[in-house]
Structure formats: structure tokens, C-alpha cells
């Protein structure tokens, strides 16, 4: 039996591309390639018989439920393409377990189950959280905003709903870890998904204004102009992680707005070409 050859790298990013990082049909960042005509058919791979179909229209066009003619269709017109953003995707962050976790690099955030709804910002820049856990009617929530230098939006997850904006360079899903790049080579984040209470933000900048965390060689940084300020040990409990900018009341207000954080630095500086050099 002839093995069949793995497509290559950068035909699969095409392709991603092209069809909008998720399911040409309905928008799902969870897919496979689909070769429209059978592989057993054209016997190679080739970059305009490619698609993208999530595993529940990927099975019916098996079935022949999915009409070929329907496939084709959507492959010219793929729907994240026409919306500009993804199809949300509900991550599977629930309760079990006695705590949930942010990890960025080696720093480590952690907030234990109890009764009383909460919340537990890991970062936080000029009053916006960029990661955090929030405890509501007994259910995990994981939200996180990631923007790129010039503060364009990337990817956001919105309690649990994950988008990202069909406008970025590509978006990679690697088992359940999403790699975000914005060119060949450049990684802006390696976030890995571990349901039902953990989020760990291998790689990247977490930014926003000039200012944020990085995670450089696995240690976390903080970013500001004419300084390294690593913190390769950081773990926090039952608060907030590092907070830059003004402080005062967070987005949603709280009983109390001043809460304590592990780090609070108000009066940071900025990178101002917006971005680290
Ligand atoms: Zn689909």
C-alpha cells in the first residue's frame, strides 16, 4: 500500500486562510481538510481541492447527506470570510475541581471554588482585563482579550466564547493549543486550552497601549520601555495578578474597587511606537 503523502505546511495555511480559519459551512474553528473531490480520486494534494469542514458537516459529505455541489459553493464564499470574525466557539471551562488557574509562562494565578460569585483578573491594563476567570451560579468562566501592537483585536473569548477576526495573518489550532501568528515565523501567542478550569498562555504579548506582559523563554515580563522587570516565579491566590494603569473601578464594578492585586504599577511607561522594538 503507497502511503498517502502529509500535506504540506504552508499549502494547509493557505487553505486556513483562504477559508477563514474555521468550517467553510457554518464557521467552526474545530475542522479538518477536506479534500472536495475523494483524495482516492486525484491522488495528490492540491491547494484548490482543499477545504475546511468541522467534523459534524465533514461526516454528513461522507454520508453523502452533504451534497459536493453545496461544498463548492461555500468554499468560494466561506462564511468567517463574509462575517469578518469566526463563528463563536464555546469553550468547555466548567466546575470541577477545587480551584481554576491562568498561567502565563511560569507565573501562576489561582482562584479557589467557593459560593460567592468572583473574579480573579490576571491582567489588567488601563482598567481592562486581558485574562481572567470569573465565578458565576456555580460555573467557570475564562474571558481574555489579545490585541496586537498597533491595539487591533485578535482574539477574544467572551465567557467562554472564543472569536478571532478573519483580518489576521493565521490562526492555528495545534491539538488544544491556539497558535497566533501575524507573518511567517512570528508567533504573537500559544495560548493552550485545559478545560474545564485552566488556561496557560505559553508564548506571547499579552499588550494593550503600549504596555502588558510578555512571556519570553517561559519567564513572565512585564512590558515597558528601557527595562526587563522578570518575574520568574510569580504565583498569586484569591487575587489579582498584575494590574498596570489607572486603577479605580474596574470594568464592572465591584462592591469593592480597589481590590487587592499582586502587582500595581499606575503610573507605567509606554511603549510608544506601539509596540517593543
Ligand atoms: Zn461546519
Redesign the pocket.
Known sequence: MIKRPHIPLPMKRAVRQRCGF???????PV?HIDHMKPYSEEREHEEVNLTL??????EEKTKGLLPLAVVQEANLDPVNIKNGITTPYKLHYGRVGHECSVLIGSGRFTMAFDEKPKRMQAVVVDRTPLLMFELLDGHVYVSMALFDRFNQMMVLIDSNELVFTTAGWDYEFSGSTLVVRTAMGEVAAAIEFRPPAEIWFKTGELLLNGTGVRVNGGVLEIVTPGATISQSHMQYREMHGIVLGPSGPFVAPTENPIEPAGMRWERIDRVSDGGPG
Not at 22 to 28: T, W
Not at 53 to 58: A, D, K
Open positions: 474555521g468550517c467553510v459551512i457554518c464557521g467552526s475542522y469542514l468541522c467534523p459534524n458537516h465533514h
